[in-house]
């Protein structure tokens, strides 16, 4: 299989997780009575899977290289924090659907602005007409969607 066909194949497996995560998280934390718990069995339990994976792979040792790396780059860890927060505590409101919508739709514009300018070390894609319309067709496929 050709390296694109498996990574499109991975990433369109974590993009199904997202709204199964937000489902899951969210039911969990209306059952126990506390998103913020439920947030943090979920990163629990995402340490467990990820200390296995770098197990498996790399072993501890690039650890080691951590405090040679500039702050900016830990700061992930607090946007992935603040996504699992907000879609725990939003969703049951607002609906999965809707919720992972603007997740998808903030996603699209951060992408094109970091792909535009080369942000955080990533490959320069302009951006296009046509990318511009995707943006919009989203934006427009959200009014649908709210007007149904």
């Not at 499109?8 to 126990?32: D, E, K, W, Y």
């Not at 990533?122 to 067709?137: D, E, K, W």
């Amino acid at each position: 299989m050709p390296d694109y066909l498996r990574y499109a194949s991975i990433m369109l497996t974590a993009g199904v997780g997202i709204p199964v995560l937000a489902a899951l998280n969210a039911q969990l934390g209306a059952r126990i009575g506390s998103p913020a718990v439920a947030a943090v069995v979920l990163f629990c339990v995402a340490l467990g899977g990820a200390v296995t994976v770098m197990l498996i792979t790399t072993g501890p040792s690039p650890i080691a290289r951590l405090s040679s790396q500039p702050w900016y780059l830990f700061l992930a860890g607090l946007l992935v924090a603040f996504y699992v927060l907000s879609i725990t505590f939003i969703a049951p409101h607002f609906g999965v659907g809707n919720a992972v919508f603007f997740v998808l739709l903030g996603q699209m514009i951060s992408a094109a602005l970091i792909d535009q300018f080369g942000l955080f070390g990533a490959l320069v894609r302009p951006f296009t007409l046509t990318r511009g319309m995707g943006i919009g067709a989203m934006c427009f496929g959200l009014w649908l969607i709210q007007k149904a």
